[in-house]
């Protein structure tokens, strides 16, 4: 299941990539800039841009490799009647009734959302027993807190 990813997290891996290789040629010109100031031992400049290089080709190729062995879930085509991958549900803490707002996604989609809905993963302690379940039903996290009981008021 942690392969799992929306159309929507899949286009913004996407989007990361591309943003990720229009910045390469400005880091490699850093790198040559502080290389001609001389002496590399003692070239914090230099130093710096080839950190920014590392970390940037880094990133780009754990996402390229990412992306390889992702499969795109279209969340319109899964039914609603249950609490599935993809599915924005609303659940209440049983004990001090405070509701929260989840939508259950990829591990490669937590992020900040542009929603009122929080991003959580489907193998995450509260994801995980929340799949299967429907409206009315309870569920327990066992958190380092001790355990926390939610009941799913509704699933979008």
Do not use: C, W
């Not at 001609?36 to 130093?47: C, I, P, R, T, V």
């Not at 995450?124 to 799949?131: D, R, T």
Request: charge should be positive; aromatic fraction near 6%; avoid cysteine.
């Amino acid at each position: 299941m942690a392969n799992y990813i929306t159309k929507e997290g899949m286009q913004r891996l996407r989007k990361r990539i591309q943003v990720l290789i229009k910045e390469r040629p400005t880091v490699i010109k850093q790198v040559v800039t502080a290389r001609e100031m001389g002496d590399l031992s003692e070239n914090a400049e230099y130093h710096a841009a080839r950190e920014r290089q590392r970390f940037l080709e880094n990133e780009y190729n754990h996402l390229k490799e990412r992306i390889q062995h992702l499969n795109v879930i279209d969340t319109a085509d899964i039914p609603k009647d249950a609490v599935r991958f993809g599915a924005r549900v609303l659940v209440e803490e049983l004990k001090n009734k405070t509701r929260r707002k989840v939508q259950l996604v990829g591990v490669d989609e937590i992020y900040d959302s542009e929603n009122e809905y929080e991003r959580i993963s489907i193998v995450s302690p509260v994801g995980k027993p929340m799949i299967g379940k429907k409206v009315g039903d309870e569920f327990t996290v066992n958190a380092p807190i001790g355990k926390r009981e939610f009941k799913i008021l509704e699933i979008k």
